[in-house]
């Protein structure tokens, strides 16, 4: 995917405090800036001033949009965009907003009174704006109304992304206002203005009016909201009306129509209509509170006392809070505790804060829960990391929670009392000040004794918001940063000495700059003194007099650098003068500064670049001054050394001088922190993507300490017998967790589908996950991978539980449906699909679904919010139906079930959580009413658990976890335990009953202080139930720290594309199951023409030879089995039938027909160049497919194919040049080719006998042809700058052409037309190489409408119904809904306009589509070569074929034969199940190639331990664990590209070559190098084979014999003992080779193998003087035979079984020569030079390879 620059966030200080859009990039010039169609400027009379009226019929042809291209970005960083805008009266108008989040992903956001709904997919937004009238009579949806006002929309970009998507905020790339409207102006700030509030009254309110520039004049005694409208969306409101707010004195306002404000659980992947009746953004249209709402300003926050330590606030409904917050009543629900009778306290051994209520006399002992771990790290921010003084601990916050953690025995402590994620964190000196700071405005901070835990004392920052914080050395002075709330730079030093002695923090200077500051250190050396970097800017201050002052250091050259970290460097004696410390400054460029403090001047500039310093071992980063530089995020400073963090994800060590890199080490993500240990032995880094680990400077060791999810946890599972923990969370990852250590053990990656509830198998090492799409898969936690997937729900999963024996699976979705799988075996499979059965729509929970304690009852909630049912497990069958639905007086809404829980089997009680804040305890037999827990939270409860000896209740209670007394009946209320900053979203007891662990935010792990009753036995209780058998134990293979790749869920590709349905039973042939080994490749956009096909190199066909035949030639040596690939580089080159299943493909000269259901495939050969496109007949009884010329032909070929039977009925030669497209007219009975653009030739052939029926010359290049579905006598041309229209006239049997040309007008703009398609009677749709769609009306040929459908060449274009598909070069696949344009041909016809339904962005320029009839389904190809199977329905694309991009460089296979793996310039480490070639795993190294590739032999151990060695075109060698698909290694035993790799017998040593002729043999466990052979130095390494020494005639000792064979034609052979670092030469070759050895445009290579069944043999092909194999041994030291071949060898392979050797040659052909017979045979089919063919071990499979097409034979007889 095409990523977009990064803005530079230092260089946005100049957006603030507003930024007048319309004015900086100067609109008026229209010079960065584009204007399309009717677009004026007129004066307003309301506004009295200038604006720009836009309008025109259609509103993609008619707007203003910035920037220019739409290859720029403006880059704004502001989080609130302001529209001033006023619809046009009854009229449309569209507001298209494209915003880059900060992982670089655009998103297009829209607003329009077009939309009727609001719609969802990964990259669009669109939102439904309407302005009405508040009239009940009329619909929201709609023209703008007559009386239109001017109208202020604020748009929160940053919650527009983070609520909808789950996206952080980056940057606004490009705005487009569409007609109908008039803009006065646009404006971007970070401050959130009040448009209607006056300067006398926000004196005394916290809030910002709007700027007089910005503000909308308002004449005197009038109200504003009378003349205008304010729409802010997202609202801040957290309970929306279920519709809108009627009023009668209120005039037209605005109503924004969408989802509710409550963040989505899951990034949305859908795009899936959803009607709404709720409107989560209307501003209150008067400044006053009316019919009940609060008044528009906010809250005033109140006074507090910086000496206060402890207050009491009073709680209207009971006893007050007991809170170090005095202000801590204004936010219960931040604080967490908002029920009657509840008081929040913190204790001062800072263990837990715990909430009482009344009296707690049930709970033994006070707190009954103790904080005991934390899983996760960051939250707002992961730069604040940092070490204890003495080097024991590291300090870092997991969001509201202050972490501090033992490295050497992993024990944590926690600082707790925030409410908020901890923004920024200091420590002093000596441990005894350790001060934070809250996130959310206005900044809280506290003051902690470090030792004790202790909050010494809480305080209100004077800054809006606390960005960072240093203590100075002896904890006496604390220096903050941070914004004030006018969006300004704030720096404020507070003087903290005589807090530990019982007084107060005292602001002792406070000052505003204009100075950009990322990084504030105090010095160490006067603690008064400090330094500040940031854009542009490197400043010391001083702090003298109560003021603070600063001056700048004088950069020279650098005073344009974008600072983001600096650090102190003190003398190695310790000498405090400032004369002894040196200041060090990064940059994001690379810089790093060495400053003198004293002198104040830039002692020295360095710049590291990412260059290699030849010879050396590692790449070295070396300081120059020019070129990339390495983005440095962060550095620290020690007296020997430099530790720098930069964002290609290194930590590197540096000596002060910068001379070379010492040590580095490679993280999965960006590095956003670094601190070196006092001690100057251990480097601490952290990553954004939530790794916290530190470098071992001595052991050279890396250790992770902490991993993270990077958004909020859905749900959680445990596992008893191997103590593991799964969650699920929004970032798309499976996690499995070690809960002894919590340290992760697995972690799993969905890139297309979000996981949403998880379970685990209570017996076997097995776990399920639910997902978006659907989905139930089981994954293998031996194996690290997917086993079983089912697809039988239509929506998102939502419940996910299992029976405790093990043998029932029960999954839920969001359409209602519920599924019963049976478990008994690993193969699990459904047995029932009930549809309409749990409430639709309902969210993801743990608590969804319920199974009893005994497994034999089923509960959930449904069918409707209001009932909760309880069935038999087994059966299924309705046993229990409890209406729930009681009205609630406060509300007056009918209460709803939230979650279920079933209590022990011997009290046979149900619970259930509803929207009236209260649990129900219902009797799971009867239905009878129990008890009533009332109140127990403000908000809903997603999820409640009751223990095993159900003594305690524990409820996720928004941020808070609620405790119940379960076995008192007259319950004294919960104790509330807090910690959480976001809500709680699981709670669950440990399998052992002596932990809890709650998820949301983070996962936290306490420990439960009162002794379990697991023994207590109740009256009647039958006998406990046993679980089934266990499973064996389970290998650990947990790992501290490792590189990239992750595992991945595998996405399986879609075996047949049918709409899915609910049954009762799965459908005949399987219920959707199917093995899902395998994982999508990651996505990228190449940017290619859509205007031609153009073939990926020259074709070449076998020079003709005895044997030759063609490959699915029966009773021969070889039969085609399966192809890997498709041809992305033809056009319309796959076609689809939905009706019949017919798909059929292109690769290379082969035409794949693949049966989508079974994968299995026939071939259909005979081309003998690639082939360019492919027409199927309406009938669907013949295929046509059309190749160009070859080196043995002089006309392309057309070969006619019969469907049913697969057999070429014809054969036609109508071109010299490449033939461009085929088309059947509607009746099938004319076929009419177009020759490109060379060729300029239109035939039609009769499809009777496919005679040439007529033939002639095109004046111009033609891009495309297309028949007239309602007209077989019309077909349609379009090329350069016209559109040819023929008519065909049939006299007799002739056929006569009649052509009218029509120019295309000046407004589609400049350009070719590439794509044509019919569209509704008379209409025809043309697409443009600008990436203009235009219609045409056919029976007056003129244009009568255009718009930009997309910023690249429009290749593609398909019409059904009123919906149009378009597919460009930029990878962008758009559905627009067209049914309103046959209106617009007509004169005086209404207003309507075209308008985008959905998008998909596929991983290439579209060259190919099929859909259905409704264009719901279909099948797209890419130049990628992908084919996507996409559902506009859902949203999705899913990949059916996918191959390499590049050439394919290796391909080897596993010991057992079960896998292969292969190898590509694409830098893909791809690994296949052999039996259906389905890619299981996939390993990507961006921007290098692999070259070589090698699998761990047998003997190397266990099937888990099997590995793979790449070599890199950098130099580098990795090492891949296939059975935890991650990288164990990377070394780099080279200087320059690798060539081959190979494993000795043992698996223990791996040796490797590269092309400077150097063989190199390394440790694959430690990554040392000890051996380096430069015997071939000067020629490339071709070859290195190794096998074990059978034969002992050779006089020298060794357990392996070895071979490397160079590109100057000599082979040297080797006999090695690597454990005893023993190596000696046996023997060495030399072969002559002639002047000119080149064919085909290929330099032959020098190849070498040893004989597998003859030891002593040993067979080598290459340049020389005859083409031949020869056959030398090694115990007689001479050749012993010549095999001749046609052409000089490209590949070699010997068969292990049989006397077979595989030859592969540049003219495109395969020969198998059998050496114990003396016969050959040769095998065409490939499309370029066959440079690789491999045997598999068994000898039945061989696997050969043309560029980046794989082709697999079968071996009959073995």
Known sequence: MRREPRPAEALTAWQHPFLNVFRHFRVDEWKRSAKQGDVAVVTDKTLKGAVYRIRGSVSAANYIQLPKSSTQSLGLTGRYLYVLFRP?????????????????????????NLFKEFKSTATWLQFPLVLEARTPQRDLVGLAPSGARWTCLQLDLQDVLLVYLNRCYGHLKSIRLCASLLVRNLYTSDLCFEPAISGAQWAKLPVTPMPREMAFPVPKGESWHDRYIHVRFPSESLKVPSKPIEKSCSPPEAVLLGPGPQPLPCPVASSKPVRFSVSPVVQTPSPTAQSGRAALAPRPFPEVSLSQERSDASNADGPGFHSLEPWAQLEASDIHTAAAGTHVLTHESAEVPVARTGSCEGFLPDPVLRLKGVIGFGGHGTRQALWTPDGAAVVYPCHAVIVVLLVDTGEQRFFLGHTDKVSALALDGSSS?????????????????????????????????????????????????????????????WGTGQVGLGGEVVVLAKAHTDFDVQAFRVTFFDETRMASCGQGSVRLWRLRGGVLRSCPVDLGEHHALQFTDLAFKQARDGCPEPSAAMLFVCSRSGHILEIDCQRMVVRHARRLLPTRTPGGPHPQKQTFSSGPGIAISSLSVSPAMCAVGSEDGFLRLWPLDFSSVLLEAEHEGPVSSVCVSPDGLRVLSATSSGHLGFLDTLSRVYHMLARSHTAPVLALAMEQRRGQLATVSQDRTVRIWDLATLQQLYDFTSSEDAPCAVTFHPTRPTFFCGFSSGAVRSFSLEAAEVLVEHTCHRGAVTGLTATPDGRLLFSSCSQGSLAQYSCADPQWHVLRVAADMVCPDAPASPSALAVSRDGR????????????????????????????????????????????????????????STSSNRVVVLDAVSGRIIRELPGVHPEPCPSLTLSEDARFLLIAAGRTIKVWDYATQASPGPQVYIGHSEPVQAVAFSPDQQQVLSAGDAVFLWDVLAPTESDQSFPGAPPACKTGPGAGPLEDAASRASELPRQQVPKPCQASPPRLGVCARPPEGGDGARDTRNSGAPRTTYLASCKAFTPARVSCSPHSAKGTCPPPASGGWLRLKAVVGYSGNGRANMVWRPDTGFFAYTCGRLVVVEDLHSGAQQHWSGHSAEISTLALSHSAQVLASASGRSSTTAHCQIRVWDVSGGLCQHLIFPHSTTVLALAFSPDDRLLVTLGDHDGRTLALWGTATYDLVSSTRLPEPVHGVAFNPWDAGELTCVGQGTVTFWLLQQRGADISLQVRREPVPEAVGAGELTSLCYGAPPLLYCGTSSGQVCVWDTRAGRCFLSWEADDGGIGLLLFSGSRLVSGSSTGRLRLWAVGAVSELRCKGSGASSVFMEHELVLDGAVVSASFDDSVDMGVVGTTAGTLWFVSWAEGTSTRLISGHRSKVNEVVFSPGESHCATCSEDGSVRVWALASMELVIQFQVLNQSCLCLAWSPPCCGRPEQQRLAAGYGDGSLRIFSVSRTAMELKMHPHPV?????????????????????????????????????????????????????????????????????????????????????????VDWLSFPMPATTETQGHLPPSLAAFCPWDGALLMYVGPGVYKEVIIYNLCQKQVVEKIPLPFFAMSLSLSPGTHLLAVGFAECMLRLVDCAMGTAQD?????NAVHLCRFTPSARLLFTAARNEILVWEVPGL
Not at 90 to 100: A, G, P
Not at 1723 to 1727: I, Y
Request: aromatic share 6%; with cysteine.
């Open 1537 to 1625: 590209a690798l060539t081959t790799v190979a494993f000795s017998t043992d698996g223990q040593t791996v040796l490797s070559g590269d092309k400077d002729g150097l063989v190199a043999v390394s440790h694959p466990c430690t990554g040392t190098t000890f051996r380096v052979l430069s015997d071939h130095q000067g020629a490339p390494i071709s070859t290195i084979c190794v096998t074990c020494k059978e034969c002992e005639d050779l006089g020298v000792e060794g357990t392996d014999l070895w071979l490397a064979a160079s590109g100057d034609q000599r082979v040297s052979v080797w006999a090695s003992d690597w454990l005893r670092n023993h190596c000696e030469l």
């Open 857 to 912: 009852l089923l509960a959930f909630v449904g069918p409707s919010r209001c009932t909760v049912t309880v069935m038999g497990s087994a059966s299924l069958d309705e046993l229990l139906r409890v209406d729930i639905g009681t009205l609630d007086l406060a509300s007056s809404r009918l209460d709803s079930a939230m979650a279920v829980c079933f209590g022990p089997a011997a009290l046979g009680h149900l619970l259930v």
């Open 88 to 112: 046009l009266p009854s009229k449309h108008f569209v507001i298209h907003l494209d915003v880059s989040s900060k992982d670089n992903q655009v998103i297009r956001v829209s607003f329009s």
């Open 433 to 493: 000040l350790l001060a934070s700071a809250q996130a959310r405005a206005p900044s809280v901070m506290r003051l902690w004794d470090f030792q004790t835990g202790r909050c010494l004392c809480l305080f209100r920052s004077p800054m809006h918001v606390v960005c960072s914080l240093s203590f100075s050395d002896s904890g006496a002075l604390l220096c903050g940063v941070g914004k004030d709330h006018h969006g300004r730079t704030m720096v404020v030093a």
């Open 1723 to 1727: 095998f065409a089919g490939h499309d």
